[in-house]
Each structure stands twice: as C-alpha cells, then as structure tokens.
C-alpha cells in the first residue's frame, strides 16, 4: 500500500521528531572496549565519545535507541551521523570509514523505520540523515594572532560533505537535516553539497535546516541573526527551517516565534531538556518539557517538534497528547522584497528610497586603499571600511582587480578581516570585480548574503547564464551591467534592449529571483568636452524609469563617481554633481549606487547659480554647459582652497574629549578600537605604579565589562573576539615595560600550559589568564583552542609543565574536562591543574574533574586568582596546606550532592585501570 509521503503529512498535522542520540548512548554506559569492538580494536588514540561509529561497533545500541524513540511516537528518526564527516572523524583518526558509518547509520534507521511503518502504514516513519556542522568554522579564525586565518575552506567542507551526504542518500534517508547550524558559511557548504548529492545520486529529498542560537541575543556563534541567516540561505530549496539546541524550549520561544514570522517554510524545533545546570546536565522532567512545548503548539508556531540534549524518549513520548487533534501551521507568504545580509539583515523595501553602496575599499578607485592593500596593512585598509560604515554605506563594495596584486589572494584575505570585525560585518557585501573566479573566491569566503559585482552579456548568453546559475548556487544577488556582445551600452535604447533582453534570460532561463536583479546601465562621464557623452546622464537616468517599469521586482544601481570625472581635483564640483544626479535619476527609481558615503554635499545645500551650471550638464540643458561648469569649478577651486570636508572625523573622537584614562581605555577595549591605544597606555603609565598594574586594573575592569555585556546579551561573540585582540594590542604595548619591570636575572616563577579544550573555541578567558599569570613571571605555553587531550598530555610532559590551564565556554568542555584530566591521572602525571571558563564551577570542578585525578584540580573563579592561587600550589611549604583546605571543600560539596558524585580514584588504582583497557 501506498504511504503518505512527509510533504503531504506535514500538511495534516504536527510531526514528531525523536529526542537526543547522545543522551540515549550515555545509558549504556558504554567503554572504550564497546566503541572499539574487534574491528578498532588496535585503533590509536581514544575513540570512546565517537558516537557515531557504533552504528559499525555497537549497531544493536543503536537499534534499540531508533526502537525506543518510534515507540514513544517519533514520525522522523535521525540517522546517528551527526559527526560522520571527515573533517571531525579525523579527531579520531577514522576519517576514511565515514561513507561506511554513513550507509550502515542509514540501513539501520531505515529497517526499523519500515518495520513500524509495516505494523501501521496509517503513520509511516521517515528517516533524517543527520548532517552536522563539524568541529570547524569557515567564517572564523581559530588563531587570535591571525584573524585572516581559516583552518578549513569551503571547497574542502563541501567536499566532506558530499562524501556524507552521496552515502546518507544512497542509503535511503527520506530527508536531510543540516543541524545544529552555528556557522552560516558551514550551512551554505552544506547546502551546496545536499544540492550536489542529490543530483548525483538522482534521489531529490526534502532538506530541513535546523540552526543554534548562541546567546541570549540570539545570534549563531558566527554573529548573524537570524533574519540575516534567513537571507544567507533564501537561495536554497528549504522544507522545513527551526531551531535546535541552544537552550530549553521557554528560553528559545522568543527566537522562535520571530523565525516562525519570517521564514516562508515549515518551522521546527527540538530545544534542550531545559538549561543546564552547574554540572552541564539537563534535569527538565518530561513533564515540564512538555508543558512549555504545549505553549509552541497552542500558539501554532512549529510542524515539527523533537528534542535535543538531554531528552530521551519519555520527553518525545509526551509530545502524542499535545499534538492529537491539532491543526498545523501554515506557513507565511514568501517576502517581496530583495533581502541581503552581514551580521544583520538588510531588506531592501520601499521605505529606503535608496542603498548607498560604499566605494572606498577599491584597489582602481582609491589610490590610499592599493597602497595599503600593496603595502599588506590591513589594519588601516579595515578602518576605510569601517569608517564608510560609520558614514552610513548600507553595503561595502570591495574591489582587488589590480594588475600587480594576486585578486583571489587578497580579496579571501581582506574578506576573512572583514569576518572579524563585527562593526564592518554588520552590513552586506558586495564583490566587484571582472575576474570570475575572484568573485567565486569572494562568495566562499561570507557567511552573509551578498551582491555580485557584476555579470553581462559581452560575452554571450552561455557565460552569462553559467555565471548567473552559480550565482544563484551560492546564494547571491547580481549587478547585471549594460553590456552585450556589441559591446557597452550607452544610448537608452541600447540600455533598455540589454537590460531587457538579460532579465528574460535570468528570469525564464535561470530561475533567477527578480527581487534579486540589480541593473547597471552603465554611469559614464559627462562634460568630457565629446559632444556624444553629453547625453550620458540622461540616458541613464530616462532607462532607470523604463527599467523600474517594464522589469517587475529588478532594481537600479550605477557607479556614481563614474559621472565627474572630469572634475578630478575639485571634491566640491565632484559631490555636487552627484547629488544633482542622484536627485534626478531616485526620482525615476534608482534605488542604489557605489557612492562615497561621507559626502556631505545634498542637493537643497548647492547654491542656485551652481546648481543651474550642474543640472545644464546633468541634464544635457544647452551645448556650452560643459564649458560653463568648468569655469565655476575653476572659481570655485581658488575660493575654497584647502577648505575640504573634513568634519565627520571630529565627531568620532568625542569619546576621548574630557574622559579619563580608564574611561577610554574601557571604551577602546569595549569597542575594539586600538588607534589610540599607544597613547592612552602612555597616560596611564605616568599614572599608575607599573605596567602590570595597568593590566590588572583598568584593563580587566575593561574585560569585566565586556564579560557583563556579553552576559547580557548586549555584545555578541564577533566582538568579544575583536575585545580580545585589542586586549593582546594592549598588552603587547605595555609588554617591553614589563620585561624592564622584571628585577634582573628575575627567575621564570614556573611553566603553565594554558589550552581551551577540545570542541570549544573560546578563549578570550584563556588569553586574559595567560596575560595575568605572564605579568607575574611565569613562562606560557598557550596551546590555543579545540586542542584534544592527547596533545595537552603530550605537551605537559614533554615540557615538564608545572601548572596546566584548562578553559572552556560551552557546555560540552565540561565533558572534554574530565576527559582530559582523566588523561594526566592515566599518564601518571602529578601536575595541579586550572578550570576556568563561563560554564566551569566550582561544584562541577569538585564532583565531576577533583575526583578522577589524584593532583589538585583547582576551580578559578576570574583570572585575578591564577597568579595568587599558583604561587600556593608551587611552593613547598604552602601547598599541603592549600590542597587541604581545597579538598576539604570539594568533599563538603560532594557530602551535599551524593547522588552525583563519580568515584574518586587513586593513581595505583588509574595504574590498574589503564591496564585493563589498553591490554
Ligand atoms: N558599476 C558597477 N561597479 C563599479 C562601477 C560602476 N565599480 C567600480 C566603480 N564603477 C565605482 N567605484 C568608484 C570608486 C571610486 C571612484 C569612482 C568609482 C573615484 N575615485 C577617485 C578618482 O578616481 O578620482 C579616487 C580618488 C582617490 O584616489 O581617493 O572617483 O559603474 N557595478
């Protein structure tokens, strides 16, 4: 008998998705023997935590889990694959059996799915191949010293993914589910790769997208918001779009419903059991659970509910009464506008009259930007960009199209800073250049969606179709310029068959978005002294009406400055008639142009007589007006020597004016700015005793800050990272005082590994620790972020450490930490250790971390402790005393919380155990 497919029961009712795979796999206490079995069982490293692999080692496990969940009511079970890609089976060196994990994680879900479905074909069960965003982000450096730096690309993601998802569709899966999406630019991999997979294996499969909010902003870690990750993935053929992870379903309903408004698709949802607590774990009954789930289906916000860390099937088993009778939501209209996105969305809707697109980062067009660009600084090229976004540009436009620079080399260069700077990220981008593959380089590199720059029919309708179709691939918005095989059209007929004949070819032949059409036709400049240019202004302006008519939803830019070339050297002339243009060309539908942002000259400020002059030329009023213009200009110039705009920068340094020292420096911290870094540090050391007082007292009251407003949500990731390196600036300043601070022949007062652990990326706590315990003489061994326990264990030893540091923001590090000091107890080792990091605590550190390891596991409360608490731990005759104390209260806190407490071991009996495992 025919079954429903999931398109049509969608439209009946609330689907139920199953609850979390990890959480039912810890019930089973499983060892490393079990993830081994005979198959891995010479393996090198630690492979217990590879969840996925048991689908080869353990598959009844996870039989039985799949059988739990579709007995508590699951219409779709996920396959166990969430990390069965190359890129994070590497961790565990099993990279080369994914396709296999895959097929075999597919074949089980598959039988048990049928099985059901056999029993009861009134409700079939789906199969949704799990495809997670891996232990890598695309858009963010893992290297504080590099921000340029990417430890994976796109193509290579891509490519993992295909891998995945070829297998997860020739096995069977029934839909796709990209999940846990933190990173934009990881979800546009994987799209591509499920638009790849599925025309490979020819089997086309809904695609569901399920994205994480990071914090209470509810931003992705990546920084975007949701309704810019909404334009970032508009171009993909999407079922369903949610929310999973993140937080407990009462605290997720706010972003949810604000998704459920925008998103044209299905909504889903599987929060976590609640928050967790100062353990990491999830202690929301089902009940509970289930009662704020209630509020997401009484308000008609989702389609499909599941849940995620901590749920298990007597949470999803809840969810039978709450959706029985219940009408599904319908999903909103699909908007009507052009969207495009940075951090934060930017719809382009009828109330902005017009986007200015700023010009300034472009190699042909600035002669200060190719010589930062050439000279590789890239600080101060980053702070063009930054101030045309403080000046008000909606979108960037960045051009590389030099001769002597490598274009692909510096646009991914210049667009991975652009990533790290949250101030400049904020807005859309647009990639200019004439070289397709610097703008394919361009799009792989942005998490946002952007505006190509540009694409025409000079040379033909194949190029201009494959240009647009990739494009269109890799979720962009396109400049068509005016240009055919003929050449550049500069008449408005010409102008209007161009452009008229390039909209049908990406509308009917493409499948091109309309709303997502941009239309050159080609700013030249006037009053060259050419009689045929004369009319240029005109044409443009005459074809923006005809093109605002007769193109349903395209819209019109043109590059502005383009216009007043001949008036190079007089700024006023230049502006002016920009202005005057503008006026006449928005009045007829123009609603964007690359412009200098920072012009200041509007159209009712520009004097009559001058005004007159200009419009003669703009608007082609008499033939000498060219002529006449030229001579205003020439007066013009004599009157206003040296009177150029200068003023917006006077604005921007108000916060330095009657401010004190720490008042700025908390500004520039909190702001990441480090152009006045060096002088305020000057200041503050005339000031203060010495320069390490400067770090522990007006720079961490400026990262105390920053921690509060990042708490409260009123930061957001990308600018804490960029906190952070302003923070290092800073410290780097003050460094050489330091050293001269240091009394001579001052010995090194030990060696701290510091390291933020593996699946975390976090570490503005980690470097602020190394700066403190720096300061205070001891030698930093900083061994970054996401660093597996193998190497700390390794390093440690190898370097004969005396204190290791372990820091972590998430809640998973907490896991990763015991892990890793299980590790040091296995070595044999005897080195105290530091937990530091948002989730850390001072129970979990005592119930869960103490006890696996016989040395002293120290909890720290800030980074003011460190130095103090390591000075006790180093020093013969305090540290009995210390550790005393220390365990007394950790065994006090596990006297109050028995039932939680894990064993605590001795180093014979970890001795003991090692053998056991590894013989
Ligand atoms: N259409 C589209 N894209 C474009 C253009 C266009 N991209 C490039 C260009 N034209 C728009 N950008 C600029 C940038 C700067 C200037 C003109 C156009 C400019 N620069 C000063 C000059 O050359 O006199 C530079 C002075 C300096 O060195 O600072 O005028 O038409 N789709």
């Not at 969840?51 to 009844?60: A, F, H, K, M, V």
């Amino acid at each position: 008998m025919q079954t429903k497919t999931i398109q049509q029961l969608v439209r009946e009712r609330i689907l139920v998705l199953d609850g979390a795979m990890g959480t039912m796999i810890q019930q089973y206490n499983l060892s490393e023997a079990d993830f081994r079995g005979t198959r891995f069982k010479d393996a090198k490293g630690q492979l217990k935590g590879n969840n996925d692999l048991l689908c080869l080692t353990r598959p009844e496990v996870i039989e039985d889990i799949h059988r739990k969940y579709l007995e508590a009511g699951a219409d779709i079970i996920e396959t166990n694959t969430f990390n069965a890609t190359s890129v994070s089976m590497a961790d565990y060196h099993v990279e080369a059996y994914c396709r296999e994990i895959n097929l075999a994680a597919v074949r089980l879900a598959r039988r048990i799915a049928d099985e059901f479905t056999a029993m009861n074909p009134e409700k079939p069960r789906f199969v949704a191949g799990s495809v997670g965003p891996t232990n890598k982000t695309c858009s963010m450096s893992p290297d504080v010293n590099n921000p340029a730096f990417r430890a994976l690309t796109f193509d290579e993601l891509q490519a993992a993914y295909c891998e995945q998802m070829e297998a997860l569709l020739e096995g069977g899966v029934d839909t796709l589910l990209i999940e846990t999406i933190f990173d934009t630019l990881n979800a546009k991999a994987a799209i591509r790769a499920a638009e790849l997979s599925m025309e490979k294996t020819g089997r086309k499969v809904p695609l569901m997208l399920s994205v994480t909010v990071s914090d209470v902003g509810g931003r992705t870690l990546s920084g975007q918001t949701l309704d810019a990750f909404l334009a970032s993935v508009e171009h993909a053929d999407i079922f369903s779009i949610g929310l999973n992870c993140s937080f407990g379903a009462r605290q997720l309903k706010p972003f949810l419903e604000r998704l459920a408004a925008r998103a044209p698709y299905y909504i889903s949802a599987y929060p976590n059991a609640g928050l967790p607590n100062t353990l990491g774990q999830y202690d929301q009954t089902p009940e509970d659970m289930a009662a704020e789930v209630k509020e997401y289906i009484d308000e008609g916000l989702v389609n499909i509910i599941g849940g995620c860390c901590g749920t298990t099937e007597k949470y999803i088993a809840k969810y039978q009464d709450l959706i029985r009778g219940v009408q599904p939501r319908v999903p909103v209209q699909p908007h009507k506008y052009m969207w495009l996105s940075g951090l934060e969305l930017l719809e382009v809707s009828p109330e902005i009259n017009f986007v200015n697109v700023g010009e300034r980062c472009n190699v042909a067009g600035s002669r200060k930007f190719l010589r930062l660009i050439n000279e590789k600084k890239y600080e101060e090229a980053l702070s063009i960009a930054r101030k045309q976004v403080e000046d008000g540009a909606l979108i960037l436009d960045i051009n590389m199209d030099d001769g002597l620079l490598d274009a692909v080399e510096e646009m991914t260069t210049f667009l991975n800073l652009v990533a790290s700077e949250p101030e400049i990220a904020r807005v859309p981008l647009m990639i200019d250049s004439s070289k397709w593959d610097v703008i394919r380089a361009g799009l792989k590199c942005v998490q946002g969606k952007c505006i190509v720059n540009s694409i025409s029919l000079k040379e033909g309708e194949d190029v201009f179709m494959a240009h647009a179709r990739e494009v269109k691939e890799l979720g962009a918005a396109v400049i068509v310029m005016a240009f055919d095989e003929k050449g550049q059209a500069d008449t408005f007929s010409r102008k209007i068959e161009v452009c008229e004949r390039a909209y049908h070819i990406l509308v009917d032949k493409v499948g091109f978005n309309p709303h997502d059409i941009i239309f050159d036709p080609n700013v030249l400049a006037v009053a060259t002294g050419i009689e045929e240019h004369n009319n240029y202004a005109v044409d443009f302006i005459q074809a923006t009406g005809w093109i605002r008519k007769h193109l349903p939803g395209a819209h019109v830019s043109g590059g502005v400055s383009n216009l007043s070339f001949s008036f190079r050297g007089n700024n006023y002339i230049r502006e002016a008639m920009h202005a005057v243009f503008l006026y006449h060309a928005i009045q007829q539908g123009m609603d964007m142009g690359i412009v200098n942002p920072a012009t200041s000259v509007l159209y009712t400020d520009i004097p009559q007589d001058i005004l007159e002059r200009i419009e003669d030329v703009v608007l082609n009023r008499r033939p000498d007006a060219a002529e006449r213009l030229i001579e205003t200009a020439e007066r013009l110039k004599r009157e206003k020597e040296g009177t150029d705009s200068q003023e917006g920068h006077e604005a921007q340094l108000l916060w330095r004016k009657d401010t004190t020292v720490e008042e700025r420096l908390q500004y520039a911290l909190v702001k990441g700015l480090s152009d006045y870094l060096e002088e305020d540090l000057q200041e503050a050391l005339s000031r203060y005793p010495n320069a390490v007082s400067i770090i522990e007292g007006p720079l961490m009251a400026g990262m105390n800050h920053v921690g509060d407003l990042f708490g409260s949500g009123k930061m957001f990731l990308p600018q804490v990272v960029k906190t952070a390196r302003t923070m290092k600036k800073a410290v780097a300043i003050l460094q050489p005082y330091i050293e001269a601070e240091k009394q001579e022949g001052a010995r090194s007062a030990g060696k701290v590994l510091v390291a933020t652990v593996k699946g975390d990326v976090h570490d503005i706590g980690k470097n602020i620790v190394s700066v403190v315990m720096a300061c205070n003489n001891y030698e930093i061994i900083d061994l970054g972020v996401m660093v597996p326990a193998e190497k700390i264990v390794e390093t440690a030893i190898r370097e004969k450490v005396d204190i290791v540091g372990l820091s972590g923001l998430i809640t998973p590090s907490l896991e990763e930490m015991v892990h890793v000091v299980t590790e040091l107890q296995r070595a044999g080792l005897d080195i105290p250790v530091m937990i530091g990091g948002a989730t850390t605590s001072k129970l979990h550190t005592a119930l869960k971390i103490a006890p696996v390891y016989h040395a002293p596991v120290v909890y720290m409360k800030d980074a003011s402790q460190n130095a103090l608490v390591a000075a006790k731990l180093l020093n013969a005759e305090q540290r009995p005393a210390f550790v005393e104390a220390l365990n007394e209260e950790y065994q006090a806190l596990r006297d109050k919380n028995k039932q939680k407490v894990v064993k605590t071991v001795s180093l014979e009996e970890a001795k003991k155990n090692k053998l056991n495992l590894w013989d």
